[in-house]
């Protein structure tokens, strides 16, 4: 399979635990996109990075949120000290350069 | 501030309808658009992507058009299907500082659709 690929797919936790989701995307793509969607919502772009460099993140991404791209390849996203409002899907896409994005399936977060 | 606003919110048709899903945003300065289908509680798969100095694009049954100065994109179904039923998003990626795409896109509520054997 060539497309986005997220893992894991659904993730239950406490409130106050850390999460981490990783995204690998298409292997030629160099930009890699996270947004978090609630339901009856469209998506809400969260941060993106072009190769390994984070280019611009959204004023939705508090302090407890972090995300890396390493090596310019996968990317993880962590979220410290989960609140219920974290709940949500939470998805990846790549797309090279300014060409059409694909998005993963997404990973489906639950705070209890 | 851009947003993008798809109207109806839901719709319900019989098999065999030809439809049209309207999508609408504030500020003219996109770099492209992009419809996506969504299924419940899944990813987003992508449909058509219309670059800003094109008026629209077909894939299949599937046409969308661009209308930039009013702010305005349409997708267009024929003959529908029972599997065409889904939620399907309209995004604008807007241009940025030096004249390539901002990099993120700005989505709507999107339109659930369901078509009805």
């Known amino acids: 399979d060539t497309g986005v690929s997220q893992d894991p797919r659904h993730k239950i936790t406490k409130r106050g635990q850390n999460v981490t989701f990783r995204c690998d995307p298409i292997s030629e793509h160099n930009r890699l996109y996270w947004y978090r969607q609630t339901l009856g919502q469209g998506p809400e772009f969260l941060t993106y990075f072009q190769n390994e460099a984070q280019l611009e993140k959204s004023r939705l991404l508090s302090d407890r949120f972090s995300a890396e791209r390493p090596k310019g390849s996968f990317s993880t996203l962590e979220i410290q000290r989960t609140e219920q409002g974290d709940s949500a899907m939470y998805l990846c896409?790549?797309?090279?350069?300014?060409?059409?994005?694909?998005f993963g399936q997404g990973t489906r977060l639950t705070v209890v | 501030k851009q947003e993008v606003t798809q109207i109806p919110a839901a719709l319900s048709v019989p098999e065999g309808e030809n439809l049209v899903l309207n999508c609408s945003f504030t500020?003219?300065?996109?770099?492209?658009l992009q419809w996506f289908r969504q299924d419940p509680g899944k990813g987003l798969t992508s449909l058509l992507l219309i670059q800003s100095s094109q008026r629209e694009q077909t894939s299949g049954r599937l046409n969308a058009s661009l209308d930039k100065s009013s702010g305005r994109s349409t997708l267009y179904i024929a003959a529908s299907q029972p599997g065409d039923s889904a939620t399907y998003l309209c995004a604008v990626n807007r241009v940025g500082n030096y004249g390539g795409s901002q990099g993120n896109l700005i989505f709507g509520k999107g339109t659930k659709l369901s078509v009805k054997p």
């Open positions: 896409a790549s797309s090279l350069g300014d060409s059409e994005a694909f």
């Open positions: 500020d003219s300065a996109i770099y492209n």
